[in-house]
């Protein structure tokens, strides 16, 4: 009844392939051809969401600063971000003397590959998600760890002291502001008691965690959009390049696809923190649901999950940008005074309230079940 | 068939870069094959289906004591120039020592292999009994107030750090920087 209801979505096509492919292949052969259709689908809408995220973050700082952005190629411009692709796949690589080779081709893969890893994970709509582990969130913070050692390493095995103090300063303030990130999600998880991906969004049918924590999810969002600002190395926190005084940071030395791939990556960590942020407090690709309201609930399933997913993704997006590109960049010593001195302590409280919240029954759902409640 | 394969690969993996740590000349390059090692533990607890210890290994080891070692070792002096091979001494009893250590290891795991299989359900674990076994307060429970003496380890850090800090009149200037 439902999948006749949904024409857009997804969920169908994907199951009758997985049919498909269980019917005629052996479980091994079967389990290979998916996982590798799986892997170019992903790699496909990684490249394509980079693209398009290129093109808007262009257009929006142009709307920040009253100018037109780019509006030669195609309509408005909307090509220009595939023809600049195209010039990055076929720029020269510049070999470098005098740095450490194998460290220095190896970091940009640190980087990226971290990005994947977690970019696997999110779901982007009704059975369009990879895997599903039951540590959801976990997974992507642990995996989006291994990205700054890419950063210090290409840092210091570029041999030259800008790259190495941007390595460093991008080192500090990642540990730093990954910590915050961290225990603003696990706040939510207290409150929903669960970490896995799809019974997050699950618990959030007819009220979103924001709603749902009211105060204490309040502020683990708010700290979350910060620290997931800061981790991504742009907008006012983004010391480890800053180019009036370190030229680029620690990608100074790298020239073509290497510069691509770190290029790619905070692109897709802008996407990949505010797709977290919408999944673990905006309920996800879940449309917006009212208990008892049935008709109102079929017509919001007519709109696919995945429209849902990103344009809630973008709106946080397009606040990240708002952020950048207002604020003036932070000294060193401010931008470590926030983390150690406010973020994380207001944090550690905070999740003592979401507990105490939630044991005496507080959230919005326990108070007004009719409502709110699952 | 499958997880066999995965599993020789790992394990190759996990060898391989083993022996490239320590006989690297470089002490960063060293840490990045260390890095290897531990990523490719990290393979083999999510072959078991063991996905929380996954995720420990990569967020602690891979993305949290790594990044400090290469930290600590860009604080040390010249850390890009190639070390001098150690006495040969030195090398043979560090040999002899890992060996010994090796057979001791290789015994306890060995006799102990058999009685792990009491306490593995074979399915994939829950997050919520490993919060129950962080909180509750039944037998092998407990757990939260052992994690909480860990703290004392960062009391004596932060203590060794006051100790130690040079108190020459630059606190004024460094309160002025807040």
């Known amino acids: ?374 | 068939m499958t997880e066999q394969i995965i599993f020789y690969i790992l394990a190759i993996v996990i060898a391989v870069f083993s022996i490239l740590a320590v006989t690297s000349k470089q002490v960063v390059r060293s840490a990045t094959y260390l890095l290897f090692v531990l990523l490719g533990t990290a393979g083999i607890y999510m072959l078991l289906n063991y996905y929380f210890l996954f995720a420990v290994q990569v967020s602690v080891y891979a993305g949290g004591i790594m990044v400090l070692f290469i930290m600590a070792i860009f604080l040390t002096h010249k850390p890009g120039i190639d070390v001098n091979p150690q006495d040969s001494w030195k090398v043979k009893s560090s040999a002899v020592l890992s060996l010994a250590g090796l057979v001791l290891c290789g015994y306890i795991i060995l006799n102990n292999v058999t009685r792990v299989y009491r306490f593995v359900k074979g399915d994939e674990l829950q997050m919520q009994d490993i919060g129950t076994a962080m909180m509750g307060t039944d037998k092998y429970q407990y757990l939260l107030p052992f994690e909480v003496i860990s703290v004392l380890l960062l009391a004596c850090i932060v203590g060794a750090i006051l100790i130690a800090r040079k108190d020459n009149g630059n606190d004024e200037n460094i309160n002025k920087l807040d």
């Not at chain 1, 970019?119 to 039951?134: K, M, R, T, Y």
């Not at chain 1, 429209?307 to 950048?324: C, Q, T």
């Open chain 1, 1 to 374: 009844m439902l999948l006749y209801s949904q024409p857009l979505e997804l969920t169908k096509l994907v199951h009758s392939l997985d049919a498909f492919f269980r019917s005629s292949l052996s479980p091994f052969w079967a389990t290979l051809v998916e996982g590798i259709l799986i892997g170019i689908a992903i790699l496909a809408a990684y490249a394509l969401i980079a693209l398009a995220l290129i093109y808007i973050e262009r257009k929006i700082a142009a709307f920040f600063q009253s100018r037109l952005g780019p509006n030669r190629l195609g309509k408005y411009g909307v090509i220009q971000s595939i023809a600049d692709m195209i010039k990055i796949l076929i720029k020269e690589i510049i070999h470098v003397n005098k740095i450490d080779k194998l460290l220095y081709y190896l970091a940009p893969f640190f980087v990226i590959v971290a990005s994947v890893l977690s970019f696997g994970a999110i779901p982007f709509g009704q059975s369009l998600q990879a895997v599903d582990f039951n540590i959801g969130v976990f997974y992507v913070l642990a995996v989006s760890s291994i990205g700054v050692i890419g950063i210090l390493l290409a840092g210091w095995s570029s041999n030259n002291k800008y790259s190495m103090i941007g390595a460093m300063r991008s080192g500090a303030q990642f540990i730093s502001y990954e910590l915050s990130a961290g225990f603003s999600l696990m706040t939510i998880v207290v409150l929903s008691g669960t970490m896995q991906f799809s019974e997050l969004i699950e618990g959030q049918r007819y009220c979103w965690n924001l709603f749902n924590g009211h105060i204490p999810a309040f502020i683990a969002f708010v700290i979350f959009l910060i620290s997931g600002h800061a981790e991504t190395n742009r907008g006012p926190f983004d010391l480890p390049e800053a180019e009036s005084e370190l030229t680029a940071g620690y990608h100074t030395e790298y020239s073509g696809l290497r510069f691509g791939f770190f290029y790619l990556a905070e692109y897709l960590n802008m996407f990949i923190i505010a797709a977290i942020a919408t999944t673990v407090f905006l309920g996800g690709w879940m449309p917006i649901q009212i208990k008892g309201w049935d008709a109102f609930n079929q017509v919001m399933w007519y709109i696919p999950s995945w429209i849902w997913f990103f344009g809630k993704a973008f709106v946080l997006m397009f606040l990240s940008l708002w952020v950048r590109w207002s604020f003036p960049r932070l000294r060193i010593d401010l931008l470590l005074n926030l983390e150690w001195k406010y973020l994380l302590p207001i944090n550690l409280v905070n999740i003592l309230v979401m507990v105490i919240i939630v044991l005496s029954g507080l959230t919005l759902a326990d108070i007004f079940p009719a409502v709110f409640g699952k």
